[in-house]
């Protein structure tokens, strides 16, 4: 970020601009010992919802559907590593919903679902965020490297960027 400081709008503009081009993280259960796991995400720009599609018969499902939900992470790189964050909210399991599946619908998607659309194991998790930490990187890899070895020759600390906590409700 140079000079400049980072503020919290920023962060949370660069992370779901990220996230439309490069969709896919790690979601988890907020729990001792829960592993994340990859999946894509779609976020629903008119409520900020961030939806995964999954089997009814996961691991992932099972646990966030007690309760009526429960506290979760996804965390986030971009595929251009400008972006990280680590994103806390609500996972819980949303069902069926034919509006959210056909909005979102595609071949990558179904390549896990042999009935399709219609599949008796698709559900839909929905994540509402709440908090976060972002991490903005202007400049990609090679202002990384190049702030890396002018840290180096001039025995200063290198400028990787800024890191901003957000409130996402």
């Known amino acids: 970020m140079g000079d400049k ?8 503009k660069e992370f779901w601009d990220h996230l439309k081009t490069s969709n896919t ?3 988890g259960l907020d729990q001792p010992g829960y592993h994340a796991q990859p999946m894509t995400a779609f976020r629903e720009e ?3 919802t961030i939806w995964f599609f999954t089997r009814d018969d996961t691991e992932l499902a099972n646990d966030a559907s007690i309760g009526g939900g429960q506290s979760a992470m996804f965390h986030y790189g971009s595929k251009d590593q400008n972006v ?3 994103i806390h909210g609500q996972l819980s399991v949303h069902g069926q919903d034919r509006a959210v599946i056909d909005r979102y619908w595609n071949p990558i998607l179904a390549a896990w679902y ?8 698709l559900t839909i998790l929905k994540f509402d965020a709440d908090d976060g930490r972002i991490w903005v990187n202007e400049g990609g890899f ?3 490297f190049y702030e890396v070895a002018k840290a ?7 400028d990787a960027g800024g890191v901003v ?5």
């Open 5 to 12: 400081t980072l503020t919290a709008a920023e962060a949370e």
């Open 152 to 158: 180096n020759v001039t025995k200063t600390l290198p």
């Open 25 to 27: 993280g790690m979601l």
């Open 46 to 48: 008119e409520t900020g």
């Open 142 to 144: 090679l202002k990384f």
């Open 84 to 86: 990280w964050a680590c």
């Open 114 to 121: 042999p009935e399709g659309k219609d599949d008796p194991h």
């Open 165 to 169: 906590d957000v409130n996402l409700q």
